[in-house]
């Protein structure tokens, strides 16, 4: 019988130990964007100031992620790129070589 319930009970402490994880606070994330084929993939996110955009280029295409009037990111061929996100807004970006390339960032405080 007790032979039957330990392994069960190993399997609850897990879930639990499991579950307080997602309870600690949250913390700065980086939010991963894939360019491929000239699609930003997420075309849309929702971050939070203090976060963190990588652009992750597959192309062999120079890009890039350009917020009309604010920050620009170059992303050369199959490299990537980081954005530290430190004010909140809402934001359109395009590459600056591909105009019909769109995204857009929702940052909330
Ligand atoms: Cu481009």
Redesign the pocket.
């Known amino acids: 019988m007790n032979a039957a319930v330990n392994p069960l009970g190993s399997a609850i402490l897990a879930l639990l130990l499991g579950t307080a994880a997602l309870v600690v606070p949250a913390q700065a994330e980086t939010i991963e964007v894939t360019i491929d084929r000239?699609v930003y993939a997420p075309a849309e996110i929702e971050a939070k100031v203090g976060d963190e955009i990588e652009w992750i280029n597959k192309d062999a295409?120079?890009?890039?992620a350009t917020v009309k009037g604010g920050a620009e990111v170059l992303l050369p061929a199959k490299k990537s790129g980081r954005l530290l996100l430190n004010e909140p807004g809402s934001f359109d970006y395009v590459?600056r070589?591909?105009p019909n390339?769109k995204g857009h960032i929702a940052v909330g405080p």
Do not use: A, G, I, P
């Open positions: 000239l295409l120079v890009h890039t590459c070589y591909h390339m």
